[in-house]
């Protein structure tokens, strides 16, 4: 399984810009598709992820409190893919994003993949 991350970009505070990250390989089940960040001198954090509903609950998304209400995560089945759509950038959002994903192949399994990141710049 391969994460291909987009859409990274240098923007000014107040912009908007889309991340997209597309899943592809053997892929039975997305789990879990979601953004991390890691800004420049600080710990990698949950930026948002989007939990797919089972047989006893529904699909659901979480995000960090520093996003939200700007940012909105959403994903396209079909497609195997995951958007983030960022309003209202603050220079502190600046950081490498990157996608990750637990996918199953089979109904017995659940692993945890990585994108390769995209380097979001916002300019005050």
């Known amino acids: 399984v391969q994460l291909q991350a987009s859409g990274g970009g240098v923007v000014q505070a107040g912009g908007s810009l889309r991340l997209s990250c597309a899943a592809s390989?053997?892929?039975?089940?997305?789990?879990?598709m979601g953004w991390y960040r890691r800004a420049p001198g600080k710990q990698r954090e949950l930026v948002a992820m989007?939990?797919?509903?089972?047989?006893?609950?529904?699909?659901?998304?979480k995000y960090a409190d520093s996003v939200k209400g700007r940012f909105t995560i959403s994903r396209d089945f079909a497609k195997n893919t995951v958007y983030l759509q960022m309003n209202k950038l603050k220079p502190e959002d600046t950081a490498v994003y990157y996608c990750?994903?637990?996918?199953?192949?089979?109904?017995?399994?659940?692993?945890?993949?990585w994108g390769q990141g995209t380097l979001v710049t916002v300019s005050s």
């Open positions: 990750n994903a637990q996918i199953s192949d089979s109904p017995y399994n659940n692993y945890d993949y």
């Open positions: 390989g053997s892929i039975l089940r997305i789990n879990e």
């Open positions: 989007t939990t797919t509903g089972t047989m006893i609950s529904f699909d659901s998304t």
